[in-house]
């Protein structure tokens, strides 16, 4: 841990020497100053200032709390409940740690993404979401139920799918993967 600690110490030293942190040369120009907005007070017209303030909305269905992604016993994980980048965000937390999620059932909205392998000789299904500046893609891999594989193979790219499978841990060829196992096409 020390070492890691070291290490990190080192590339910020770096970076903040590269970016030339700390005072400037002698006989350098002084920065510009950088200018300021004028207090809201100033900047909003007369009848706006009055207005009384706007009231929260119950039952606003545009984010729901992450406590409702779980049920009581906390084996299933809804993530067709919540926005999408509270779903992406759940979906990046089963990345980071997916081991604390085996076993548990989980339900996901996104497009349909497939990959044949030629190492394995196979072909892979996903279900993908992306963020909200549509930059960044995360997704759950998942292996159809017997009754759903023909509907699985029938999908295009890119289709909009919803999967519910258990959430598993696999090794193939010496290396541990994650999927969502006996999979149905909701």
Do not use: H, W
Request: charged letters at 20%; aromatic letters at 10%; hydrophobic letters at 40%.
């Amino acid at each position: 841990m020390k070492r890691r600690t070291a290490a990190f110490a080192a590339i910020m030293l770096c970076c903040m020497l590269a970016a030339g942190c700390g005072r400037p040369a002698a006989g350098s120009a002084a920065p510009a100053p950088v200018p300021t907005a004028p207090p809201v007070s100033q900047s909003l017209p007369p009848e706006t200032e009055t207005q009384p303030p706007v009231t929260e909305q119950k039952n606003a269905t545009a984010v729901t709390p992450a406590e409702e992604l779980v049920d009581d016993s906390g084996d299933y994980i809804d993530l067709t409940v919540v926005t999408g980048d509270a779903a992406f965000a759940e979906l990046y937390a089963i990345a980071f740690d997916p081991d604390q999620f085996v076993g548990k059932t989980v339900k996901l909205s996104g497009e349909f993404t497939s990959v044949y392998d030629e190492f394995v000789s196979r072909t892979f299904y996903g279900c993908a979401i992306m963020d909200s500046t549509a930059c960044c893609r995360q997704g759950l891999d998942f292996d159809p139920a017997p009754e759903f594989v023909s509907a699985v193979q029938a999908l295009r790219a890119g289709d909009a799918i919803t999967v519910e499978g258990v959430f598993e841990t696999y090794v193939e060829k010496g290396v541990t993967f994650y999927r969502l196992m006996n999979a149905k096409l909701l």
